[in-house]
């Protein structure tokens, strides 16, 4: 009796508990709290990729999300199954997904099929095979901006991030149910983002350019607008193991890295020259001159005679120009490469920034050799190619030097501005007349040196080359030498400035001028 008694108390706690428990639940599900989490659970959501703002050019041609990859988003049945095959990229992602049956995700070479249960959605690849301004653009990890511009700008960039999604309404046991509406969502926001000054087709020109190493930079004489800048090696965000393994260093932007400039720096001693009225300077060059015990030999060992400024810069005497120094005043002679951006950083974004490179201090220009190292471009000057371009425009544009930029502005429809930067920035280099008298020079010396490989066929143009000295040497104890030129064209209304290095490229005459004549014929006949 008292086992029957005990039985009958253990089935009525156990009907006291399950109906406290079924109450507790049903106030729950009452509650709009935990029947929105009960409803969100009842959905499985695919989502095939997303879309990320836009990188553009000063036309709007958009440097990323150029291709557009097909996703299939699919429920597996038998006939979905027979119709996608065919058209599958990659077989074992599928076959995993079917072993789970549950609707799953691919990519598929076409966007029209007759099954109702794959659904096709449009995503944005975000960077082709051969990215074009890849140290310009940077890169992302897991839709976070890593590098570059993607960096800088990541906020606006993927401000809205829209999914390509397809979400299934499911039973309690994990079943898609059988005629729910099922809600597609597409990628709409691609349109917004960042436009730069960059021409689209002058950086393809840039980047095509035979360079193992080195540097190219464009610029639009009258405003400053970067309109190409190519570094060489360059990478793909695909292969960003090897960049980092490869000894020629290819995730450097070189057109942001300061190298020894070499003879280009002889414009800078003109200027000072012309400043100081020394511009009918005249010397005799024998091969080599001695300052304070210290021999320097030009490239002539056998000389080159009686030389005046314009044959100086024709046949890059260094002997003219190291004479030349040791009359030349060093506070004014650095004080002229200061105003033409020497030593000074240029910031195009918040990453992206040229080095500032060393411009000697007053103390070391007060040694007589070291001023004789300084007027030929040697000893303890460093420059970028951004920082000679933008000398190059100074020079070309009267005197009235526009500092370097990269960013126009911004977009939210990918066709028109919804905000503009600050209109172009100059300094005031030098005087008109003394512009005009560098131009003269530059433009003699490809224009009447018979042996310049620079001169373009499709426009006058004007330039100056450098065979800039490293001391470094190679196995065989030859020195690397950087092979720079810098120039502008046409010489009538100048629009372009163009500069190139050659990294151990040695000649600038041999391996950087015929880039420059390349890139101004294929700028100059589209």
């Known amino acids: 009796m008292r086992i029957t008694q005990r039985i009958f108390l253990l089935k009525l706690c156990l009907i006291l508990v399950s109906t406290t428990l079924i109450v507790n639940l049903a106030l729950q599900m009452h509650n709009p709290k935990y029947f929105q989490a009960a409803l969100q659970q009842s959905q499985f959501t695919v989502t095939a990729g997303s879309g990320e703002g836009g990188i553009y050019d000063r036309n709007f041609h ?4 150029q291709e557009i990859l097909h996703y299939a988003v699919v429920n597996p049945s038998a006939e979905a199954l027979q119709e996608l095959f065919p058209h599958v990229k990659e077989i074992s992602p599928v076959l995993e997904a079917i072993r789970l049956k549950k609707p799953f995700c691919c990519q598929v070479d076409t966007e029209f099929f007759d099954c109702e249960e794959i659904h096709v959605l449009n995503v944005p690849e975000r960077y082709s095979a051969n990215p074009s301004a890849q140290h310009i653009l940077g890169y992302t990890l897991e839709h976070t901006g890593i590098t570059g511009l993607e960096s800088d700008y990541d906020s606006l960039l993927r401000k809205q991030i829209d999914n390509a999604s397809v979400t299934y309404t499911m039973d309690a046991l994990g ?76 995730l450097i932007n070189r057109c942001l890295y300061a190298y020894s400039v070499g003879s280009i720096f002889k414009l800078m001693t003109c200027a000072t020259a012309y400043t100081q009225g020394l511009q009918d300077y005249r010397s005799n060059c024998t091969g080599k001159i ?44 650095r004080e002229t490469a200061q105003n033409f951006g ?4 240029i910031p195009l974004s918040h990453s992206i ?23 030929f471009g040697q000893g303890l000057l460093t420059a970028t190619p951004l920082q000679i371009t933008q000398m190059t425009c100074g020079i070309a544009n009267d005197g009235k030097m526009p500092i370097a930029h ?51 066929e499709t426009v006058l143009a ?19 030498c950087h092979a720079w030129i810098t ?5 009538d209304q100048p629009e372009y400035a163009v500069t190139v290095l050659v990294e151990d490229g040695g000649y600038g005459n041999d391996a950087a001028a015929p880039v420059f004549k390349s890139i101004a014929d294929e700028i100059m006949n589209p």
């Open 462 to 480: 004007a330039g100056k080359t450098s065979t800039a000295q490293t001391g470094h040497f190679d196995e065989n104890g030859t020195e690397l």
């Open 290 to 333: 001695t300052i304070k015990d210290q021999i320097f030999n030009c490239h002539l060992r056998s000389g080159h005679g009686i030389q005046d400024m314009q044959y100086a810069m024709i046949n890059s005497c260094n002997s003219y120009f190291i004479q030349l120094s040791q009359l030349l005043q060093p506070a004014l002679m």
């Open 353 to 375: 920034v040229s080095a500032s490179g060393t411009l000697p201090k007053m103390k070391d220009l007060n040694y007589p050799a070291e001023m004789a190292n300084f007027c």
């Open 342 to 345: 020497f030593g000074t950083q």
């Open 487 to 491: 120039g502008y064209f046409p010489i």
């Open 406 to 456: 990269l960013i126009s502005g911004m977009t939210k429809d990918g066709k028109t501005f919804s905000q503009k930067e600050t209109a172009p920035a100059f300094a005031r280099a030098i005087k008109p007349d003394a512009a005009e008298y560098l131009q003269n020079l530059m433009i003699a010396a490809i224009n009447e040196n018979p042996n310049s490989r620079a001169v373009p």
């Open 175 to 250: 079943n898609i149910l059988p005629g729910a509406e099922v809600q597609i969502s597409n990628i709409e926001n691609l349109n917004s983002g960042i436009v730069t000054t960059l021409d689209y087709r002058i950086q393809e020109i840039c980047e095509k350019q035979p360079i193992q190493k080195g540097a190219v930079v464009v610029m639009q004489v009258s405003t400053g607008d970067i309109l190409g800048m190519a570094s060489f090696p360059d990478y793909t965000p695909d292969s960003l193991g090897d960049a980092l393994s490869n000894p020629d260093s290819p």
């Open 62 to 65: 958009n440097f990323v999300n």
